[in-house]
């Protein structure tokens, strides 16, 4: 079996979690964690494939569908969103404008302040990843009905707070 090397062009994607059948799964079965991650795989081996050659994770996806959203956002703010420091923000942003995806103005209100937002390649990108994302998406939750996919959204939110 050939070794995959990790790449910053090509994440690493994790396996679906089987259920091995016969198998006592013991506890697990009742820790919304384990389901939580085991369905966490098999979504973000979904996002992947919509997402092939890249180099997009789920969170410059995040990123880049939230500046699209909100053109002028800060970095700050969107460090926020995502969870990290500002310095990791700017170096996310660093890596968007290196690729032509994202760049920087000057925020009308503050001639000090800098706002992200989409270039043309950059919504061209968005529009089409969120396409293909949304499609693996749903394609990924057949199984539950529209009622039931809206149920189980609104109750992960309850989850995450």
Known sequence: MTKRI???HRPRVLAPIERV???DYDVLDELLGYSLRRAQVAIFHSFYEATRGLGVTPPRF???VVVGANPGISQSTL???????RSGAMTLTDWFEARGWVERRRAPSDGRAWGLHLTPRGEKLVAGMKRRVAEGDLKRAASLTAKE???LLRL????AG
Do not use: D, Q
Not at 79 to 85: F, M, N
């Open 156 to 159: 992960l939110g309850k989850l």
């Open 149 to 151: 996919r809206r149920e």
């Open 79 to 85: 460090g926020s969103v995502l969870g990290i420091a």
């Open 62 to 64: 995040t990123a880049m």
């Open 21 to 23: 059948a016969g198998l």
């Open 6 to 8: 990790p790449s910053p």
